[in-house]
């Protein structure tokens, strides 16, 4: 009881606008969850007892996990934020519009979007197709480090009898056995993104396929992106059986895979909890390598099937894995883009995100976006107050990312209660981190259902 009340306190004073008290809560045990409403919140009393909301405009309305410390930014059950089928497939966008690209991009959602190559110059092009018009491009095979420790693009495009090889890559074996839906055989990598170090093809190659990756931008996504596409291009290819094993990469940015031919079968979860005391990575180091998740028994969250022609969008640090399905040769262009940069997800699931070592590479703008320095937790209201104010008489317009790492309504608008309570979060979730030991394997949470919110009514 002196819990929940403490909790509902606690958000009293952070100042969120328009409280609406439904009904109290007949707390008698320790026992609550969280919901998040937009960013409102719904503490939910136990087993029906009745339910106290937060509200704030907003459209979703998520359940919250266990907080890293009291005053932290609190991460939302993965299942609410997602939405889609879990087990199944995420949100599908039938008629993508710029806006809802953008809407789901800023938020850092996973979906499948149909109309994906409609009129892009690579639009249905076949591994026979890209064999024909870079027959002296280079590229290589996936899993081979035996053999090529150097990962040189030792394969040629034009030999285009790879279209339908089949072979098994190092520790296949070993893969298949820790998970036996997991890709059987490795695909080609042409890493159009590695243009600078000058052996995936000539001049002319290079050029060439930046024109037709700027001619194939989607009509859905923001056309400035012309030069992350390219700069972060693969093209992922191969037969039947071929496929991408379970891994988490260090982009910062958001990803989209288009299938420009075939069709691909996509596992694919979020980040991995990472709750009090898991610890967390040493900097820079590699968690979710190869083999990792299957080891530490992964179970995907949605798992789907991407027609010719359609996209996957997802988030930095989701882990993935593909499967090339089609009869014939899959082509997916895989790439990541710039704008818009996914900040409310970032804010959304700070404390994972800033804990696992794979995104280190993200930690340093993660810790830019509330402007200043982590003070002490006593200084952050007064400190954000004053940095508030100074906005408001500068009438300084926040940039895109400040705006959405504080907006936590989404109206376009940060009050100054948004201002004040975020940072203040952002801080307790910094210094809580800090506390956490640097461990070569966090002790990370697979779980992405919501078993854990009930173990709390179980308390
Ligand atoms: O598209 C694929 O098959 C794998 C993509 C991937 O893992 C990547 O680009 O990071
Ligand atoms: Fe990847």
């Not at 340093?364 to 508030?388: F, T």
């Not at 008489?393 to 100054?416: A, I, Q, S, W, Y």
Request: aromatic content about 10%; charged content about 30%; hydrophobic content about 35%.
């Amino acid at each position: 009881m002196r819990y929940a009340l403490l909790l509902f306190l606690d958000y009293l004073q952070k100042g969120r606008p328009s409280v609406h008290v439904i009904k109290h809560p007949k707390v008698c045990r320790r026992a609550f969850s969280e919901r998040a409403e937009g960013v409102g919140l719904k503490i939910h009393g136990f087993k029906g007892h009745g339910t106290l909301t937060l509200n704030l405009a907003g459209a979703g309305s998520y359940r919250l996990l266990p907080k890293l410390c009291p005053e932290c930014l609190a991460e939302p059950l993965e299942t609410d934020y997602f939405g889609g089928a879990p087990g199944g497939a995420p949100p599908r966008l039938r008629a993508p519009t710029p806006e809802a690209f953008e809407a789901a991009a800023r938020s850092g959602k996973v979906l499948i979007l149909e109309d994906a190559s409609a009129g892009a110059a690579l639009e249905g092009w076949t591994c026979e197709r890209l064999a024909k018009e870079f027959p002296e491009a280079k590229m290589r095979r996936e899993y081979d480090w035996v053999k090529n420790p150097k990962d040189r693009n030792v394969q040629e495009m034009g030999s285009v009898a790879w279209a339908s090889s089949l072979e098994r890559g190092e520790d296949a074996d070993e893969r298949q056995r820790q998970d036996p839906e997991s890709p059987p055989f490795a695909p080609f990598y042409w890493g159009v993104r590695e243009h600078g170090k000058g052996d995936l093809g000539s001049k002319k190659v290079v050029k060439r396929i930046r024109e037709l990756i700027r001619q194939s931008i989607p009509a859905f996504m923001d056309q400035r992106n012309a030069d992350s596409l390219f700069n972060n291009a693969e093209f992922w290819l191969g037969a039947k059986g071929t496929g991408a094993r379970a891994h988490m990469d260090s982009h910062c940015i958001s990803t989209l895979s288009v299938v420009l031919h075939g069709e691909r079968r996509w596992r694919i979860g979020p980040v991995p909890r990472l709750p009090k005391g898991a610890g967390r990575s040493p900097d820079d180091e590699v968690v979710f390598d190869d083999g990792v998740a299957y080891k530490l028994g992964w179970t995907p969250m949605f798992e789907f099937t991407v027609k010719e022609g359609e996209a996957v969008l997802f988030p930095p640090g989701w882990i993935h894995e593909t499967l090339n399905t089609a009869d014939d040769c899959t082509v997916a262009l895989t790439t990541q883009f710039d704008l818009p940069m996914p900040v409310r997800y970032y804010r959304s699931f700070y404390n994972r995100l800033r804990r696992v070592g794979d995104l280190y590479a993200c930690w340093r703008d993660m810790l830019s976006w509330a402007g200043a320095k982590v003070p002490k937790l006593s200084d952050a209201k007064s400190l954000a107050g004053k940095a508030y104010a100074e906005i408001k008489k500068n009438n300084r317009v926040l940039k895109p990312r400040e705006l959405d790492f504080f907006d936590l309504d989404e109206d376009g608008n940060v009050t100054e209660e948004e201002y004040v309570q975020t940072f203040t979060a952002w801080t307790a979730t910094e210094l809580a981190i800090r506390k956490e030991k640097r461990k070569q394997l966090p002790k990370c949470d697979m779980n992405w259902d919501d078993k854990v919110l009930h173990n709390l009514e179980e308390l």
